[in-house]
């Protein structure tokens, strides 16, 4: 599992609380991503980090924040959270899988907000 | 839009039969090609993947068939069994460290 934790694994919240998600790794990886999962749209990317204070918007950013002030902690944030916000929310590293990197996945965080 | 597009959504096979799940891009650039395999409540785990330079990879019952000028690739699970029953994501990507791009998944069932 390539050292990924996620945490929580569960929250439910309501609308416009701010909540922060952790993804904490172990093995010193550059590069790290947050993704969420949603019914017909698959894997898409949030925010990813190349380094310590290093972060780059993905695909659905609004909404979102991150923070990496530590090699091993990617931290998430929603600042006010919304119903459409409502997802399962992935972690993933990039790490040398034979000649190309490639992304390993945390456990996944369920977040309801109602 | 969405840069990799995959099919079926759904797919139900029966046991010992052949699974095929389909993937298309455009995007000339990208040149890594990764399945993942997903079961409920678990995040997704790297199956098999493979690069342009090949047509054809295959690890066990699970093969790649890459065909570059067409733009597709396709996962083919031979001898299908109830514990393949899982979601399989496509991706695709192009560098180090670079985005990976999924596509929406496809949900298999294996009846017994």
């Known amino acids: 599992d390539a050292g990924i934790t996620q945490s929580p694994r569960h929250k439910v919240t309501e609308t416009g609380t701010p909540v922060t998600l952790r993804c904490h790794q172990t093995?010193?990886?550059?590069?790290m991503y947050w993704y969420r999962q949603d019914p017909g749209h698959g894997l898409r990317l949030i925010h990813y980090?190349?380094?310590?204070?290093?972060?780059d918007k993905g695909e659905v950013s609004d909404g979102y924040s991150v923070s990496r002030s530590k090699t091993e902690d990617f931290l998430l944030t929603l600042e006010s959270a919304t119903s459409s916000q409502t997802s399962v929310y992935f972690c993933?590293?990039?790490?040398?899988?034979?000649?190309?990197?490639?992304?390993?996945f945390g456990p996944g965080t369920r977040l309801t907000v109602l | 839009q969405q840069q990799v597009k995959q099919s079926p959504q759904s797919l139900i096979v029966q046991k010992g039969g052949i699974s095929i799940i389909n993937c298309a891009y455009e995007n000339t650039a990208f040149d890594y090609f990764p399945w993942y395999q997903q079961f409920p409540g678990k995040g997704p785990a790297l199956l098999i993947a493979i690069r342009p330079d090949v047509s054809e990879k295959k690890e066990g019952r699970f093969t790649i068939s890459f065909n570059k000028s067409a733009k597709q690739f396709s996962l083919h699970i031979m001898d299908s069994q109830p514990g393949d029953s899982a979601t399989y994501f496509c991706a695709a990507s192009t560098g180090t460290g670079n985005q990976f791009y999924f596509g929406t998944g496809t949900s298999l069932t294996v009846i017994p």
């Open positions: 993933a590293i990039s790490e040398l899988a034979g000649v190309r990197d490639t992304q390993y």
């Open positions: 093995e010193n990886h550059r590069y």
């Open positions: 980090s190349y380094g310590v204070k290093d972060t």
